[in-house]
């Protein structure tokens, strides 16, 4: 039987720690090298699709979600058509001595959202998520840890780092009567999710399909039944959790099962 196929940190600045929930890299705790692109930011006052329920990764609000203020959203050539939804990077402005704060600091955010690109525009005026630039749209307060208010467009050096969370992996059940839809939140380690398989007590284990972001579906009626998960990361690592949520589980509750260790 298979499914149908139908996007809080931790703060590192002079050494000082802001906020919780991410792990700095290092060459220990780093996925990747250092690599250059290029960031900018959406001004608080202007709202952001993220705190309305939106974004590309299906988030919705990011502090019930546990992800607070120090996220971003990626253009094209990092999101992945939201396999980069939960990935945490550690980024520092570089190049311009005008813009960049003193020191070089760093700050770390989670991916959360979808830049779109702008074909009209040039890239370096409006059209910074155009393809393939690598690019952080980030959030006021994350950018303000790394470069100037008055800055436009900025430099970065930019790396993979490893996510640590606080509790388990979460699961928000929604779908209906011959579905079921599940959003995965707070995952620590890679972040992102790669595979999920659900499993009921009267079925064996059903591959899930990535809806959108990180929404997976699977097209199965699990009502009335207890909830096991098979969680991937980005590395291959997985992790088997059962009995997630109780035979009496409804649409909209979210349930908390194991958690990568790091």
Same mark, same amino acid.
Request: net charge positive; with cysteine.
């Given at each position: ?18 906020? %919780? %929930? ?15 692109? @290029? ?24 502090? !019930? ?5 120090? @996220? ?16 945490? &990077?550690?980024?520092?402005? *570089? ?7 003193? %020191?070089?600091?760093?700050?770390? *955010? @989670?991916? =959360? ?25 980030? =959030? ?32 928000? !059940? =929604? ?18 999710? =790669? ?28 009502? %009335? ?14 992790? @088997?959790? &059962? ?17 990568? *260790?790091?």
């Amino acid at each position: 039987m298979m499914c149908s196929l139908p996007l809080l940190f931790l703060l590192l600045l002079s050494g000082a720690r802001f906020g %919780g %929930g991410v792990r700095p890299g290092g060459n220990g705790g780093g996925y990747e090298d250092w690599r250059l692109g @290029t960031a900018t930011y959406v001004k608080e006052s202007q709202g952001h699709p993220l705190n309305d329920g939106g974004g590309a990764c299906g988030y919705g609000d990011l502090d !019930i979600f546990r992800y607070g203020r120090y @996220t971003a959203g990626l253009s094209g050539a990092l999101f992945g058509k939201g396999s980069a939804c939960g990935r945490c &990077y550690e980024l520092r402005c *570089v190049n311009n001595i005008l813009w960049c704060l003193r %020191g070089s600091p760093t700050v770390v *955010v @989670t991916a =959360t959202d979808f830049c779109p690109p702008n074909f009209g525009l040039a890239d370096d005026f409006g059209g910074w998520c155009n393809f393939p630039k690598e690019h952080l749209e980030m =959030t006021e307060a994350a950018f303000l840890r790394v470069a100037k208010a008055k800055a436009d467009i900025v430099q970065v050096q930019f790396r993979r780092v490893s996510c640590d969370r606080a509790g388990g992996i979460r699961f928000t !059940i =929604t779908g209906g009567a011959n579905f079921l839809q599940v959003l995965i939140t707070n995952v620590a380690a890679d972040g992102e999710v =790669t595979a999920v398989k659900v499993k009921g007590s009267k079925t064996g284990w059903i591959p899930m399909g990535r809806n959108w972001g990180q929404n997976w579906q699977c097209d199965a009626d699990f009502r %009335g039944q207890p909830l096991s998960f098979e969680v991937t990361g980005g590395k291959g690592r997985t992790v @088997t959790m &059962y009995n997630v949520a109780p035979s009496d589980w409804m649409f909209a509750q979210t349930f908390a099962g194991k958690q990568f *260790v790091q």
